[in-house]
């Protein structure tokens, strides 16, 4: 009688427990986004060495000035070592905004940085056949609209979902952001930003019973394309008779 194999969860289907991953090093992490924001930004590697050696040189200056410069070296490395970092941060976080600008849901992973006090749907509360966006948050301000795409045609969407939400909650207020390069639109870097400094108007169970209503109100309808509707097909009753 063949033996049974092992149903341990933790095996593979021969037998073999599967490899683990291992965890990416804080240092692996630091040379990933070097390498995305120097594709983007060429010039980050002088900086980032224009800013260690001008810390380091004034950590020397100091040190040649009101004692050994030696100590104020090693004092100054750490710091000038920060630096850099604080100089490749922000240059990555430019670099990374600059590769999704004007991709569809770009505007959704900007908002995604807001770590509390919103909550935004992953898919799209209203869109249009060209691909116009309008991603819908909730937090202590109210509600807020974030659509994408030009300004004549996203406009229209904001409008038609501030009404539609207006409809339900009459005393709650709702905010329509426009995210772009054009005209009194908001940059995509500076949109988690802009969210963020809304005033709070809401108490934390209001914002609970808000998402509640939303929740029952609905996402977006996907457009159905132009001819026969599916929801309103009538069988051919003589081609089901063979006629």
Known sequence: MARNKSTDPSTGVDGTKPK???????????????????????????IMLAVFVGILAVAIGIGLAWGPWVYTLIVGLPFAFLGSLFVLTRRAETAAYSRIDGQP??????????????????????????????????????????????????????????????????????????????????????????VQKLRPTLTKPEVAEVSKRLRALGGAKLPIPKGIDPTRARPDRKGMRGR
Not at 22 to 40: G, L, N, S
């Open 20 to 46: 683990k991953q291992k965890k990416q090093r804080w240092y692996h992490q630091v040379w990933d986004a070097y390498k995305m924001t120097r594709t983007e930004d060429p010039a980050v590697t002088w």
């Open 105 to 194: 849901g770009a505007a959704r992973a900007a908002l995604g940085t807001i770590r509390r006090g919103w909550t935004f749907d992953d898919e799209p509360v209203a869109l249009n056949p060209q691909q116009d966006l309008v991603f819908r948050g909730i937090g202590r301000a109210g509600v807020v609209l974030v659509g994408e795409g030009p300004a004549h045609r996203v406009s229209k969407l904001l409008d038609a979902e501030k009404r539609r939400i207006t409809r339900v909650l009459p005393n709650v207020p709702v905010t329509t952001i426009q995210c772009g390069n054009g005209e009194d639109q908001v940059p995509l870097k500076k949109l988690a930003r802009t």
